[in-house]
């Protein structure tokens, strides 16, 4: 089983529609990502919460918010999805004995309709 | 802010052609350096690090040498194989808390690497 699970795999959704991507660990970290993949762009950072009272922005957040449920749990929503959200999303994690290594999931793709 | 440039891409090989991937970065202070690549259909998976100036991060036959002198983290490989064929991306992340923790990572745009028979 993958340590870093994303669900769902891929979603299609329409314009105006409330979006909820899931991440759940099994490797124990205490720090969590979700980073989103545009082509030519390379993956930028939305939020990452490096404990389950600490929630921080990234360089992207706006149209985003997140929850940190547990610790082995970090959700990304889309309140109202628009067609420039259509990206591939990616979640990771690691820890201060990963020495900045992230573990990365499997990918969400979503197209925003 | 911090940042990362890599070369533009795609990049397209015949096998056991020799690689080369330019790597860039601007960051104050000492960041560690990493390569991570992603194979169609998966996440980003890490290929190799260097922690500090000089040092050379090695893995399935990657290499990328940490040059302070010139903000640089190229990678190479001597021979490439249709396996290789991927997206390669280059990131740093800068320790904090007085080199006891380690910020976020900041990635370059990616190269699509792709090798033909």
């Known amino acids: 089983d993958a340590d870093v699970t994303q669900t769902p795999r891929n979603r299609i959704t329409k314009t105006g529609k409330r979006i909820m991507l899931e991440c759940s660990q099994t490797?124990?970290?205490?720090?969590m990502y979700w980073y989103r993949q545009d082509p030519g762009l390379g993956l930028r950072l939305i939020y990452y919460?490096?404990?389950?009272?600490?929630?921080n922005k990234g360089e992207i957040s706006d149209g985003y918010s997140v929850s940190r449920q547990a610790q082995a749990k970090f959700s990304l929503s889309l309140e109202s999805a628009i067609p420039n959200q259509t990206a591939l999303y990616f979640c990771?994690?690691?820890?201060?004995?990963?020495?900045?290594?992230?573990?990365f999931g499997s990918g969400t793709q979503l197209s925003v309709l | 802010g911090d940042s990362v440039t890599q070369m533009e891409g795609p990049v397209t090989l015949s096998e056991e052609a020799f690689l080369t991937i330019n790597c860039t970065y601007t960051?104050?202070?000492?960041?560690?350096l990493f390569w991570y690549v992603q194979y169609p259909g998966e996440g980003l998976q890490l290929l190799l690090k260097?922690?500090?100036?000089?040092d050379k991060g090695s893995n399935k036959g990657f290499e990328a040498t940490y040059r302070k002198e010139t903000t640089s983290f190229h990678l190479e490989k001597g021979s490439v194989q249709v396996s290789d064929s991927a997206v390669y991306f280059c990131?740093?992340?800068?320790?904090?808390?007085?080199?006891?923790?380690?910020?976020?990572?900041?990635f370059g745009q990616g190269t699509i690497l792709t090798v033909h028979p």
């Open positions: 919460s490096f404990d389950v009272k600490d929630i």
């Open positions: 490797k124990g970290h205490d720090r």
């Open positions: 990771a994690t690691s820890d201060l004995k990963t020495g900045g290594k992230l573990f």
């Open positions: 260097a922690t500090k100036a000089d």
């Open positions: 990131a740093l992340i800068k320790s904090i808390a007085g080199g006891t923790s380690y910020g976020k990572l900041t």
């Open positions: 960051a104050t202070g000492y960041p560690s």
